[in-house]
């Protein structure tokens, strides 16, 4: 089992930016592929970004992609989420998930954590 905790979340003002970071506890980190998703109040749980074990492979949802940049240190157990040029519609709770088979754009993801809001006023 792995658990899994974000940080980095809070508020700021459109066109900024925050990196937010999941610490996964255990020692098999570089074994899981690891995925950030978000979900804005009233809407679906969506997809974000996601690196594979070795950080060889990563993918981006459309609305993020040139803005966001996710990538890994195994050594420190951790995956990071660098947001830039923030958007008023990229307000949500955040969450990092581990998965063990793969890396995948859906939603079949093992383990989760417990989500950090981040809020961008226009």
């Known amino acids: 089992q792995v658990q899994l905790v974000e940080s980095g979340g809070g508020l700021v003002q459109a066109g900024g930016s925050l990196r937010l970071s999941c610490a996964a506890s255990?020692?098999?980190?570089?074994?899981?592929?690891m995925g950030w998703f978000r979900q804005a109040p009233g809407k679906e749980r969506e997809f974000v970004a996601a690196?594979?074990?070795?950080?060889?492979?990563?993918y981006y949802a459309d609305s993020v992609k040139g803005r966001f940049t996710i990538s890994r240190d195994n050594a420190k157990n951790t995956v990071y989420l660098q947001m830039n040029s923030l958007k008023p519609e990229d307000t949500a709770v955040y969450y990092c998930?581990?998965?063990?088979?793969?890396?995948?754009?859906?939603?079949?993801?093992?383990?989760w954590g417990q989500g950090t809001q981040v809020t961008v006023s226009s």
């Open positions: 690196i594979s074990r070795s950080g060889g492979s990563i």
């Open positions: 255990g020692r098999t980190f570089s074994s899981y592929a």
């Open positions: 998930a581990a998965r063990t088979f793969g890396v995948t754009t859906r939603l079949e993801y093992d383990y």
